[in-house]
């Protein structure tokens, strides 16, 4: 079983930062892939970011390339989502997600582990 608590979200102002935080339990959280998702009032889970198990691999959505960082620190047992330039539209709940592999996935059907998620709101 894998326990994940999402924190770091709340209110910034367009063009500012913030960054989030997923403290997961379990020995083996070195070897989980990890991703962030958000999900907005009245639409669906999108997929953000996601890391590999060793952090040599990425992958961002297109709308949050260039300004959005995903990292992890497996001696803290953490995966960090570093936000910049933020726009009203990345206004949502951020979760945090464990797959339990080692390579990155897009697919949020394919991470069994979820955080109860942190909200993220951007004003313009």
């Known amino acids: 079983q894998v326990r994940l608590v999402e924190s770091g979200g709340g209110l910034v102002q367009a063009g500012g930062s913030l960054r989030l935080s997923c403290a997961a339990s379990?020995?083996?959280?070195?070897?989980?892939?990890m991703g962030w998702f958000r999900q907005a009032p009245g639409k669906e889970r999108e997929f953000v970011a996601a890391?590999?198990?060793?952090?040599?691999?990425?992958s961002y959505a297109d709308s949050v390339k260039g300004r959005f960082t995903i990292s992890r620190d497996n001696a803290k047992n953490t995966v960090y989502l570093q936000m910049n330039s933020l726009k009203p539209e990345d206004t949502a709940v951020y979760f945090c997600?464990?797959?339990?592999?080692?390579?990155?996935?897009?697919?949020?059907?394919?991470?069994?582990?979820w955080g109860q998620g942190t909200q993220v709101t951007v004003s313009s």
């Open positions: 997600a464990a797959q339990l592999r080692y390579y990155i996935t897009v697919h949020a059907a394919n991470y069994p582990y």
């Open positions: 379990g020995r083996t959280f070195s070897t989980y892939a």
């Open positions: 890391l590999s198990s060793n952090g040599g691999s990425t």
